[in-house]
């Protein structure tokens, strides 16, 4: 056991998919996983070990923002060998031409958290996804006919941002989309010498105004989930780094 997660060693696969909602954690177990056991219930942070197709696969709640992911992907890579992490999670988009319930596929990104200045000082690390589980991800949204775009998205610490002009500023310079983890992910994964992506719905839209349910976020986008356990399948997925 580790200090956040409850498992036993062995209790968690090396490919394990990252919703910030514990709920969504239990509803991706539940609906696409098969023998799915709970191996981690410590503060409501669900967590599960099952089979999709021939693959073991694992599914781990994380909570919101930099801190939270950041303790729940370091100790699944430290002290439980993970070795596949995608996040699976909302954001909002910030480009017109994108519309609601589009996927997207986070190449690299931006963010305005402390967090990486305090490892790096003055220089500006990017965060970056692992090209085969981005490659594969596309093309399989592709073949399923999955509206989805690839590109740089910002990682914020801030989810009620007064900052407008800020966001214009990224807005202009391509940014598809906000989110609060997939930087801190990115960066532990490298650290680790690991593989991660982050795989996103879109659930509101900065520019439209137009949003999703909280019920919705829970439990209705399966486009993305399925494009994750898709890449998880795919060949080479959990060979070392």
Same mark, same amino acid.
């Given at each position: 056991?580790?200090?956040?997660?409850?498992?036993q060693?062995?209790?968690?696969?090396?490919?394990?998919?990252?919703?910030?909602?514990?709920?969504?954690?239990?509803?991706?177990?539940?609906?696409?996983l098969?023998?799915?056991?709970l191996?981690?219930?410590?503060?409501?942070m669900?967590?599960y070990?099952?089979?999709?197709g021939?693959?073991?696969?694992?599914?781990?709640?994380?909570?919101?923002?930099?801190?939270?992911?950041?303790?729940?992907?370091?100790? /699944?890579l430290?002290?439980?060998?993970?070795?596949? /992490?995608?996040?699976?999670?909302?954001?909002?988009?910030?480009?017109?031409?994108?519309?609601?319930?589009?996927?997207i596929?986070?190449?690299?990104?931006?963010?305005?958290?402390?967090?990486?200045?305090?490892?790096?000082?003055?220089?500006?690390?990017?965060?970056?996804?692992?090209?085969?589980?981005?490659?594969?991800?596309?093309?399989?949204?592709?073949?399923?006919?999955?509206?989805?775009?690839?590109?740089?998205?910002?990682?914020?610490?801030?989810?009620?941002?007064?900052?407008?002009?800020s966001m214009?500023?990224?807005?202009?310079?391509?940014?598809?989309?906000?989110?609060?983890?997939?930087?801190?992910?990115y960066?532990?994964?490298?650290?680790?010498?690991?593989?991660?992506?982050?795989i996103?719905?879109?659930s509101?839209?900065?520019?439209?105004?137009?949003?999703?349910?909280?019920?919705?976020?829970?439990?209705?986008?399966?486009?993305?989930?399925?494009?994750?356990?898709?890449t998880?399948?795919?060949?080479?997925?959990?060979?070392?780094?």
């Amino acid at each position: 056991m580790s200090t956040h997660i409850g498992a036993q060693e062995g209790a968690i696969a090396q490919t394990v998919l990252l919703p910030g909602d514990p709920l969504r954690a239990r509803y991706i177990a539940e609906t696409f996983l098969e023998h799915a056991v709970l191996y981690n219930e410590v503060r409501g942070m669900y967590g599960y070990t099952g089979h999709y197709g021939n693959q073991r696969i694992s599914v781990q709640g994380t909570g919101m923002g930099v801190p939270s992911i950041s303790i729940y992907a370091h100790e /699944l890579l430290a002290d439980y060998g993970a070795r596949t /992490l995608i996040r699976v999670g909302s954001c909002g988009a910030m480009q017109e031409h994108i519309r609601i319930r589009d996927l997207i596929l986070a190449m690299s990104c931006s963010t305005d958290s402390a967090v990486n200045r305090g490892r790096f000082g003055a220089a500006d690390y990017a965060p970056t996804a692992d090209f085969a589980l981005l490659h594969g991800a596309y093309r399989s949204a592709q073949e399923r006919g999955y509206p989805v775009h690839v590109g740089n998205i910002l990682t914020s610490d801030v989810f009620y941002n007064d900052d407008a002009e800020s966001m214009k500023r990224l807005t202009a310079h391509g940014t598809l989309a906000v989110e609060m983890e997939s930087a801190a992910l990115y960066t532990l994964a490298a650290r680790f010498k690991a593989r991660a992506l982050a795989i996103l719905t879109v659930s509101d839209h900065l520019v439209s105004g137009e949003q999703t349910t909280a019920e919705e976020r829970q439990t209705s986008f399966n486009q993305m989930i399925e494009l994750a356990l898709d890449t998880a399948l795919a060949e080479n997925i959990n060979t070392p780094a």
